[in-house]
C-alpha cells in the first residue's frame, strides 16, 4: 500500500474510533480503526474488508480476524445468514488460534466471540445468548468504551427498540441505553454511541435526549462508506416534526450514497439502504409545502422502486389534473387517479374506478380507504366517509412507527373532511390527533388554524397559525389547493 492510501484508509475512521491492538504495524492498527469505524456505520462488507486487510498487513494479528467475525454478524438492521456464519466462525477459528500470547482483554474479546459461533447456524440463538451475557459483563468491569459500545449492540439486536412506561421495556435494551448514555457522557463525539442513542430514542414517548445526538451526526463529516450515519438524524427529526431537517439529512445521504455507489461498488450496502434513506427522505417533502423538491425526491423513489410515485405527489400538493393524467403506471394508481376525479368533480370516472379496487385493498390500504372515504363524502354517505378514513388511520397506526410515516395522514382527511362540513369541533379533534402523531404537520396545523377560527377561539387560532406560517415557508404551494 503507498502512502496516499494509508493516508485515505486512515481518514474513513475518525478519531474517536479507535481500538488497540497487539500490532507494530501502524498499518494494520489503522485498517482495525477503519473496519470498526464501518461496522459502526453499518457496512458490514467494508468493516469485512478493512479487517482482512489488517489480517494481510500482519497474519498474526489475532483482532483482524476477531474482527472478519464482528463485522459478518449481526447488526441491528442486518439478520445474520448462513454464509455469513461460516465466514465469522472461520475467522473466529483463526483468531482463537492465534490468542494464546494476546493482552486480558483482547484474549477475552476472542474467547466471547468464538462463543458466539461455538456451534452451528442452528444453535445460534443459544451461542447468541451466552455472547450477549459475555460482553455485557465485560462492559460492566472494562473501561474501554467500544467494549461498552459492542455490548450495546448486541444488546438491542436482541432487546429490540420498543419503550413502555418512560423507558425500554426489555431489560436488554435498558441495559443497552444505561452503557450509551454512559459512552457519550465521557465521549460526547463518539459515532456509535450517537448512532445507537437515535435508535434508542426511535419509538421513545420522549425523543428529546436524542436531539444532541442528531446535532452531532449531522455536523460530522463522513466518507461515503458511512452514509448510513449520516441518514441517522433524519430519524430524529422525521420523529419530532422538523420534515425540513430531515429532508437535508436525507438529501446528504443520499449524496454520499450517490458517491459510493458511482463506479458500482457497495451494491450490498445499497441493496440494503438505498430504499429506506430515499422513503424517508420522500416522507419529509411530502409533508412540507414545496412541490419542486418533493418532485425531486419523486424520482428517486421511482428510480429506487421502479414504480412512478409523480401522480402521488402531484396528488398530495394539489395538482389534481397532473394527478389525474398519469398513465396508470404509478404506485396506488387507481386510487390516486380516483381522488384527483372526485376534486376535479368527475364523479361518474371516480364511481367506475372504485369498482375495479378489490375488497382486500378497500379493507387493507390506506389510500384507496381514503379515495372510497372521499367519494362517500361527495354522495353525502358521511357516516361511511368517517369509517373508512378511521380505518386508513388504524392502518396507518398499525404499519408505521418511528421515522416511517404515511405519505397522506388520514387524520388530516378526516379533520379537512370535518372542516368542510362545518364541524369546527370535530375537526380540531382530529388535526389535533395528526399533530400528535405527526408534530408540526403544516396541512393539519393550517387545518386547525381554520377549525379553531371558525369556532370563536381566535388567540389560538392565532398560535397555530404561525407555527403554520413557520412550516410552509419556503413552500410552492397554495395549501388551500393541499388540504385533503
Known amino acids: 500500500m503507498n502512502l496516499l492510501a494509508v493516508v485515505f484508509a486512515a481518514a474513513l475512521a475518525p478519531a474517536s474510533v479507535h481500538l488497540a491492538v497487539s500490532t507494530a504495524n501502524p498499518r494494520a492498527q489503522a485498517a482495525i480503526d ?19 486487510q489488517a489480517g494481510a498487513l500482519d497474519p498474526n494479528l489475532a483482532m483482524a480476524y476477531w474482527g472478519e467475525a464482528l463485522a459478518a454478524g449481526p447488526d441491528l438492521n442486518t439478520p445474520l445468514t448462513g454464509e455469513r456464519f461460516a465466514r465469522a466462525a472461520a475467522a473466529i477459528r483463526t483468531a482463537a488460534a492465534l490468542a494464546a500470547a494476546l493482552p486480558p482483554l483482547e484474549r477475552r474479546l476472542v474467547e466471547i466471540m468464538a462463543s458466539r459461533y461455538a456451534g452451528s447456524f442452528r444453535d445460534w440463538t443459544s451461542n ?17 468504551e467500544n467494549v461498552q459500545l459492542l455490548a450495546a449492540e448486541a444488546l438491542l439486536e436482541h432487546g429490540g427498540l420498543a ?15 444505561a452503557l450509551v448514555a454512559g459512552v457519550l457522557r465521557d465521549d460526547p463525539a463518539n459515532v456509535m454511541a450517537n448512532h445507537l442513542c437515535i435508535h434508542l430514542y426511535d419509538l421513545a414517548p420522549d425523543r428529546t435526549p436524542a436531539l444532541r445526538c442528531a446535532q452531532r451526526l449531522d455536523a460530522d463529516a463522513f466518507p461515503p462508506q ?72 419523486s424520482s428517486r423513489m421511482g428510480a429506487a422502486f421502479e414504480t412512478s410515485f409523480d401522480a402521488l405527489t402531484a396528488l398530495r400538493f394539489g395538482r389534481y389534473d397532473t394527478a389525474y393524467a398519469a398513465d396508470g403506471n404509478e404506485f396506488a394508481a387507481t386510487s390516486v387517479r380516483g381522488l384527483a376525479a372526485v376534486h376535479l368533480g368527475r364523479l361518474a370516472e371516480a364511481r367506475a374506478l372504485a369498482a375495479k379496487i378489490p375488497a382486500s385493498n378497500a379493507a387493507q390500504g390506506y389510500m ?39 405519505f397522506f395522514p388520514a387524520d388530516e382527511t378526516l379533520g379537512a373532511m370535518r372542516l368542510r362540513r362545518n364541524d369546527a369541533g370535530g375537526a380540531i379533534a382530529a388535526f389535533d390527533d395528526a399533530l400528535t402523531a405527526y408534530p408540526n404537520d403544516p396541512r393539519a396545523l393550517y387545518g386547525l388554524w381554520q377549525a379553531l377560527a371558525a369556532s370563536g377561539q381566535s388567540a389560538q387560532a392565532a398560535t397555530v397559525r404561525a407555527r403554520f406560517e413557520k412550516e410552509w415557508e419556503g413552500a410552492d404551494t397554495n395549501v388551500e389547493h393541499a388540504l385533503p
Open 226 to 297: 458511512a452514509e448510513h450515519l449520516a441518514h441517522m438524524p433524519a430519524h430524529y427529526w422525521l420523529e419530532t416534526g422538523n420534515y425540513a431537517a430531515a429532508e437535508r439529512s436525507s438529501e446528504r445521504a443520499f449524496a454520499l450514497m450517490s458517491q459510493l455507489t458511482a463506479n458500482g461498488a457497495a451494491a450490498d450496502h445499497a441493496e440494503q439502504y438505498v430504499k429506506h434513506d430515499v422513503v424517508v427522505g420522500y416522507s419529509a417533502a411530502m409533508m412540507l409545502g414545496n412541490y419542486a423538491v418533493a418532485q425531486h425526491w
Open 368 to 406: 384507496p380507504q381514503l379515495f372510497l372515504a372521499r367519494l362517500a363524502e361527495a354522495d353525502a354517505k358521511y357516516d361511511k366517509a368517517e369509517r373508512l378514513i378511521e380505518q386508513g388511520a388504524a392502518n396507518q397506526r398499525d404499519a408505521f412507527s418511528g421515522e416511517l410515516i404515511p
Open 163 to 177: 419503550w413502555q412506561s418512560g423507558a425500554p421495556n426489555t431489560e436488554e435494551s435498558r441495559e443497552a441505553l
Open 34 to 52: 477503519r473496519g470498526l469505524f464501518l461496522y459502526y456505520a453499518y457496512d458490514g462488507t467494508d468493516a469485512m474488508q478493512a479487517f482482512s
Open 128 to 144: 447468541d445468548a451466552t455472547y450477549r451475557e459475555a460482553m455485557l459483563a465485560l462492559a460492566q468491569t472494562s473501561q474501554d
